[in-house]
């Protein structure tokens, strides 16, 4: 049983360029997470999914967008990455969006 | 005001004592709670959750709630060099389903 799955765990890129983190889940869950966590900061909520075909603004939206592709499968997009987006992505679900999240095993982003 | 506090730390313990960890909230619809610990280099991992005004102990670690004066805090007893590591608290808040998590304490238990 995987639980969340993150990929790539690492990445590095340059300023301008585009990326996306995928996601998967196999718990079923209903919600699903995307977080950044930057140097010695706790985290913080880049956009959530509180079910399939449903996408919501966390706190630091700014530059991101999702996709919640179906039930399983959630993905951040970078369209133009910038250096201040250089952070652990950490991705997450919930059955029940109640606050009991699963987490993956993050995703390590360099931008240059 | 941020929605969740937390004080970042570093809080230092000797080993066996009582470490005890703060977090305050804004968001009075909150109606549950939830800590996880971090170690270095993790993921985050849940520890305890309450959703009423008191106690709640499992083992080690109690999680005391507070509505009225909208704070939460975790209180970890005889405390080992394996309890050192970021502790998250994080309100389950009015709006289903946003988490929103405080920015963590570190606590360092020292032999």
């Known amino acids: 049983n995987a639980g969340v799955t993150q990929t790539p765990k690492f990445q590095v890129l340059k300023t301008g360029q585009s990326m996306t983190l995928q996601c998967a889940q196999d718990?079923?869950?209903?919600?699903m997470y995307w977080y950044r966590q930057d140097p010695g900061m706790g985290l913080r909520l880049i956009y959530y999914?509180?079910?399939?075909?449903?996408?919501d603004k966390g706190e630091v939206p700014n530059g991101y967008n999702v996709s919640r592709l179906n039930k399983r499968e959630f993905s951040l997009r970078l369209e133009s990455a910038a250096p201040s987006q250089t952070s652990v992505y950490f991705c997450?679900?919930?059955?029940?969006?109640?606050?009991?999240?699963?987490f993956g095993e993050g995703s390590r982003l360099t931008v240059l | 005001q941020k929605e969740v506090e937390q004080n970042s730390g570093p809080l230092s313990v000797p080993e066996g004592a009582i470490a005890s960890l703060n977090c305050t909230y804004s968001d009075r619809g909150s109606q549950s709670f939830f800590w996880y610990r971090q170690y270095s280099g993790k993921s985050p991992e849940l520890i305890m959750f309450?959703?009423?005004?008191g106690d709640k102990e499992d083992g080690r670690f109690t999680a005391q709630l507070n509505k009225a004066s909208q704070y939460v805090s975790l209180l970890i007893r005889d405390s080992q060099p394996s309890d050192s590591a970021t502790y998250l608290c994080a309100p389950r808040g009015s709006s289903a389903s946003k988490i929103i998590f405080g920015s963590g304490t570190r606590l360092s238990i020292r032999p």
């Open positions: 718990m079923n869950h209903n919600s």
């Open positions: 997450a679900s919930s059955e029940a969006g109640d606050g009991e999240l699963f």
């Open positions: 999914s509180a079910s399939e075909g449903t996408t």
């Open positions: 309450i959703y009423s005004n």
